[in-house]
């Protein structure tokens, strides 16, 4: 009963570093999220995806790519990481079907450091 | 860009006292989700209020969405200690992919 499963849990990087952050869901949703967590500003979304092979740009994009090859995993790059990237990485997944209110279901996180 | 304020950012009360904790928007949302998040882990849904008025309640926990749809709030009565973390209101847009806007949270902490 895994859920959402976020890796890695925690990284430091140097600036200019590039790394991928990887989601995998087994819920079989549709709907694919990424956010981040700073203190004080609650999520904001990053990018999100409604299906495999579509992504598309949320709240605060910059510094980020993102690619949906299968419909349970959902990919998180930063090409050339930067402090101000330094924060806390959220992915969430949810059911396409149904009427509104449906929740988000999240990982536990993928805390990251740019130095 | 649609903004959702919460209020109080922080609040530390006694086992037994009751809160408030109130989520505003300039916006009108389809349904207002309250999620709880533990250090560590995700947020994790509580509820979801969906139509204008809505009244919903949780053992302890009393959700109303108000009656224009760009308000929530969340009452605990007798607050446990078991209730410390931080509670997030979003509000849940009308497009596609159901993106939700996140408020800034409200961090509870419960002592004895």
């Known amino acids: 009963n895994a859920g959402v499963t976020q890796t890695p849990k925690f990284r430091v990087l140097k600036t200019g570093q590039s790394m991928t952050l990887l989601c995998a869901q087994d819920m079989n949703h549709e709907y694919m999220y990424w956010y981040r967590q700073d203190p004080g500003m609650g999520l904001r979304l990053i990018h999100y995806?409604?299906?495999?092979?579509?992504?598309a740009k949320g709240e605060v994009p910059d510094g980020y790519n993102v690619s949906r090859l299968k419909k349970q995993n959902f990919l998180l790059g930063l090409e050339s990481a930067a402090p101000s990237q330094t924060s806390v990485y959220f992915c969430a997944s949810r059911t396409g079907r149904g009427t509104l209110g449906r929740p988000q279901h999240f990982g536990d996180g993928t805390r990251l450091s740019i130095l | 860009t649609q903004l959702l304020e919460q209020s109080p950012q922080f609040l530390s009360i006694q086992e037994g006292e009751n809160l408030t904790v109130y989520c505003n928007s300039s916006s009108v949302f389809s349904s207002l989700q309250w999620y709880r998040q533990e250090p560590g882990e995700g947020p994790v849904l509580l509820v979801t209020v969906v139509t204008g008025g809505e009244v919903k309640k949780l053992k302890r926990l009393t959700f109303q969405f108000g009656d224009a749809r760009k308000d929530s709030s969340l009452h605990i009565t007798a607050a446990q200690p078991g209730d410390t973390g931080l509670y997030l209101c979003a509000g849940e847009g009308t497009g596609t992919a159901s993106k939700l806007t996140f408020g800034t949270g409200t961090r509870l902490q419960v002592t004895l």
């Open positions: 995806s409604v299906g495999e092979g579509t992504t």
